[in-house]
């Protein structure tokens, strides 16, 4: 089945320690997204590729990157991460906008925790 | 901008009864609407989407909403509850135009009693 898997599920890190959550798809869409989710609230974008192409929300903390190589794969680099960057971080993937379908297929999500 | 409103952040029925689900938008142009479910530790699974034609959209198990224009709504609702939709439930907005960026609201989180 086409899908977007997120790898790991559960990351634990320390407190100031670089950390890469990982996103691939199977649904060849060319539009990826990185969410943030805190515990009990809506998730917040964080950034979106059009293709090769980088949009960063206007909010989004510099501590936070994201690469795109190839069209399946996207990876969130958090450079330095503070107790308050713990959340739920969600990818998700949506066709061109051209195309007239407009919803976004989600992955399971990697839970992060900063110790 | 575009704004979503969820009204009631928890929802409680019992199982069989109805479901209502509130949801307000706020958009300067003809929106796209969606409802979205959430189990936890899992991702958002998308439940419907009304984008133009029929205001009144089917979704997955058994859930449907109703697009109102003059009431700026599109609530969702399901007959009859079951143990299984207790989850989290987010409506979200897009316009149809350029980069369609999802605006979600704040989610409801419905539980559902034996």
């Known amino acids: 089945d086409a899908m977007v898997i997120q790898n790991p599920r559960y990351q634990v890190t320390q407190f100031g320690k670089p950390v890469t959550l990982s996103c691939s798809q199977t649904?060849?869409?060319?539009?990826m997204y990185w969410y943030q989710q805190k515990s009990s609230q809506a998730p917040k974008l964080l950034f979106h590729y059009y293709d090769k192409d980088f949009n960063n929300e206007a909010d989004t903390p510099d501590n936070f990157q994201s690469r795109r190589p190839n069209t399946s794969f996207c990876f969130l680099d958090i450079r330095s991460p503070g107790l308050g960057d713990a959340a739920m971080y969600l990818c998700a993937t949506s066709r061109d906008w051209a195309s007239g379908t407009h919803e976004q297929y989600f992955g399971p999500g990697t839970r992060l925790t900063v110790t | 901008a575009q704004s979503v409103t969820q009204l009631g952040s928890h929802v409680s029925v019992s199982e069989g009864a109805l479901v209502l689900l509130r949801c307000n938008y706020s958009?300067?142009?003809?929106?796209?609407l969606f409802w979205y479910v959430q189990y936890p530790n899992q991702g958002l699974q998308l439940l419907l989407k009304?984008?133009?034609?029929?205001?009144l959209v089917k979704g997955i198990n058994g859930f449907e909403a109703e697009f109102k224009k003059s009431e700026t709504s599109f609530h969702l609702t399901k007959p009859s509850a079951h143990m299984s939709d207790a989850a989290e439930y987010f409506c979200a907005v897009s316009e149809n135009t350029g980069f369609q960026k999802l605006v979600f609201g704040t989610g409801t989180r419905l539980l559902v009693s034996p």
């Open positions: 649904l060849n869409h060319n539009v």
């Open positions: 009304y984008t133009t034609g029929a205001t």
């Open positions: 958009s300067s142009v003809p929106p796209y």
